[in-house]
T-cell receptor
Framework: EAGVAQSPRYKIIEKRQSVAFWCNPI?????LYWYQQILGQGPKLLIQ????????DSQLPKDRFSAERLKGVDSTLKIQPAKLEDSAVYLC????????????FGSGTRLTVV | AQSVTQLGSHVSVSEGALVLLRCNYS??????LFWYVQYPNQGLQLLLK??????LVKGINGFEAEFKKSETSFHLTKPSAHMSDAAEYFC??????????????FGKGTRLSVIA
């Protein structure tokens, strides 16, 4: 099966600019996650979708981050305005009900805010 | 709240030597446990998972891990290290108390270096 697709792979922006990341999960995977991985740390959940509904966004900085999964398939994560501390790798993952919480990850988007 | 502790941010072994990466978890109920590997500029790849079946779990690339409830541990081992094993390794836990697919809580990772 095709993997989780993410784009772009790399992005450099200035602080206070906006940026958007895209993710297309594995076909048939109802659950989609966005994680933030800061250099030297493990991934941290930002938001979880089940189909097109939000299950958990308790750790999403809602004053600047937003995410949507309108048709229950692909998803977009946006940051506006970006801060220096948002520099990180943004990982998208998906899973299906039959395999429980086992995640399949995309290659990630490396964001550098200067 | 769940948490995962990986002892040692960096482990260095000689090629052919035993690999031991340590992971301890805290969870109110027996969890699902995972080990993922991350190569430079790539996403995370699943090595193995524990889902309350056999306590000794075999994964890909010769890795295995043993779930020890009494020690709340899930250490990753490989009998003989290969140069290609050099990467970042993450232990993760998922809460079985929640229904449906649940997110993972990750440790901070252990960077494995293999010396020729």
């Amino acid at each position: 099966e095709a993997g989780v697709a993410q784009s772009p792979r790399y992005k450099i922006i200035e602080k206070r600019q906006s940026v958007a990341f895209w993710c297309n999960p594995i076909s048939g995977h109802a659950t989609l996650y966005w994680y933030q991985q800061i250099l030297g740390q493990g991934p941290k959940l930002l938001i979880q979708f089940q189909n097109n509904g939000v299950v958990d966004d308790s750790q999403l900085p809602k004053d600047r981050f937003s995410a949507e999964r309108l048709k229950g398939v692909d998803s977009t994560l946006k940051i506006q305005p970006a801060k220096l501390e948002d520099s990180a790798v943004y990982l998208c993952a998906s899973s299906r009900e039959s395999t429980g919480p086992r995640h399949t990850f995309g290659s990630g988007t490396r964001l550098t805010v200067v | 709240a769940q948490s995962v502790t990986q002892l040692g941010s960096h482990v260095s072994v000689s090629e052919g030597a035993l690999v031991l990466l340590r992971c301890n978890y805290s969870s109110s109920v027996p969890p699902y446990l995972f080990w993922y590997v991350q190569y430079p500029n790539q996403g995370l790849q699943l090595l193995l998972k524990y889902t309350s079946a056999a306590t000794l779990v075999k994964g890909i690339n010769g890795f295995e891990a043993e779930f020890k409830k009494s020690e709340t541990s899930f250490h990753l081992t490989k009998p003989s290290a290969h140069m290609s094993d050099a990467a970042e390794y993450f232990c993760a836990v998922s809460d079985l108390a929640r229904s449906g697919n649940t997110p993972l809580v990750f440790g901070k990772g252990t960077r494995l270096s293999v010396i020729a």
